[in-house]
């Protein structure tokens, strides 16, 4: 079984930065590829990031591009997602979920696994 934890949300001013984090414990996502998704009430889930098993490649939705990176340490099971220049419109609920293979996809339904989601709140 895999477990997903995200960490490293909160409230923080626009065009502050904020780290997220999200290590797999159970069996090991090192051959799998990682994504941030974000959420907002009543809203579809809206892709944010994702990167390769190797952490080579890495795809990122057209809202983030430029403001936020990706990246994963695969020696610690964990992935992060570095959030620059944070807007109010990027106030959701980040979950991190592991990918069916080890390519990365913009694709919610091509991730198997998720977290439970960490709240960022982003204030004008």
């Known amino acids: 079984q895999v477990q997903l934890v995200e960490s490293g949300g909160g409230l923080v001013q626009a065009g502050d930065s904020l780290s997220l984090s999200c290590t797999s414990h159970g069996r090991p996502s090192t051959k799998y590829a990682m994504g941030w998704f974000r959420q907002v009430l009543g809203k579809e889930r809206e892709f944010v990031a994702a990167?390769?098993?190797?952490?080579?490649?890495?795809s990122f939705g057209d809202s983030v591009k430029g403001r936020f990176t990706i990246s994963r340490d695969n020696a610690k099971n964990t992935v992060y997602l570095q959030m620059n220049s944070l807007k109010p419109e990027d106030t959701a609920v980040y979950y991190c979920?592991?990918?069916?293979?080890?390519?990365?996809?913009?694709?919610?339904?091509?991730?198997?696994?998720w977290g439970q989601g960490t709240q960022v709140t982003v204030s004008s």
């Open positions: 990167i390769d098993a190797t952490g080579g490649a890495n």
């Open positions: 979920a592991r990918g069916e293979t080890r390519y990365e996809s913009t694709i919610a339904t091509e991730y198997n696994y």
